[in-house]
């Protein structure tokens, strides 16, 4: 039967394959980030067909503990312990001792935000601004993607065609010591749902991995508009931190 052959799904044989592979990789007999045995091997093991392994290392995938590389599958690096908020994804993950990724989906450009783009982030119609969309993680993993929205107005061409050429440039302190404006107020939706087609693709995830998406409004002490995002991280290799007072007992 560990040949692979078709046979009809059996919910309590994945389940047992499930548990028993979350058990090991738990306690580290994969190593950190070890590739584990072949699936004809674990059929094999288990008693069990190629297709029964093969779902419950698309579980395991999706909730996080593991990755694929080619062919085979390995333990995921452990979850990254991130702010919600930062001005450098890149500076961050350097801290971490890791090599940060950040490369530009798009150029940057100046555009006129759509009436439904105005609506989501609940800014004017019509405002023209400076598009950025980026995806940004580590040299072997991408971790999220943001697109980025700056009134074009504090940004200007100077700032736009640095941007193009740096795409780990912080725009946002860099308009904070020309003009003094930051966000200081910050506005924020976060959902969890599944992926879009372009979003598995990009961030290398299953149809039922989990991400976590948040809508940004950043404003200025003076209500001034700085910046507007929208962030999708892949929720399962990413723990977001938040650290604010209350003035609530």
């Not at 890791?98 to 006129?112: F, K, N, S």
């Not at 991408?142 to 074009?152: A, D, G, Q, T, V």
Request: glycine fraction near 8%; aromatic fraction near 8%; charge should be neutral.
């Amino acid at each position: 039967m560990y040949r692979g052959e078709a046979v009809p799904h059996n919910p309590e044989k994945v389940n047992r394959v499930l548990d028993e592979l979350r058990q090991r990789i738990k306690n580290g007999e994969y190593g950190r980030s070890g590739r584990l045995p072949s699936r004809l091997q674990f059929a094999k093991e288990f008693g069990t067909s190629a297709e029964t392994i093969n779902k419950a290392i698309n579980v395991l995938r999706a909730e996080g503990l593991l990755v694929a590389q080619g062919r085979s599958v390995a333990v995921s690096p452990p979850p990254i312990r991130v702010p919600g908020m930062m001005e450098s994804f890149a500076r961050y993950v350097r801290g971490l001792g890791l090599e940060p990724m950040v490369e530009y989906l798009d150029e940057p450009e100046r555009i006129t935000l759509s009436s439904e783009e105005a609506s989501i982030f609940g800014v004017p119609e019509g405002m023209e601004v400076v598009r950025r969309t980026r995806r940004q993680g580590t040299k072997t993993q991408p971790y999220r993607l943001i697109e980025s929205f700056y009134p074009w107005e504090i940004v200007g061409d100077e700032l736009l065609q640095r941007m193009k050429i740096e795409p780990e440039f912080v725009l946002t302190e860099e308009i904070k010591a020309r003009t003094g404006l930051y966000h200081t107020q910050i506005h924020e939706r976060v959902i969890a749902r599944y992926p879009t087609a372009s979003e598995r693709d990009l961030l290398r995830l299953l149809n039922q991995a989990p991400i976590l998406e948040i809508m940004r409004v950043g404003r200025a002490s003076n209500g001034t508009i700085i910046l507007c995002s929208k962030i999708v991280w892949n929720g399962s290799l990413c723990e977001l931190t938040y650290d604010y007072s209350s003035t609530q007992d």
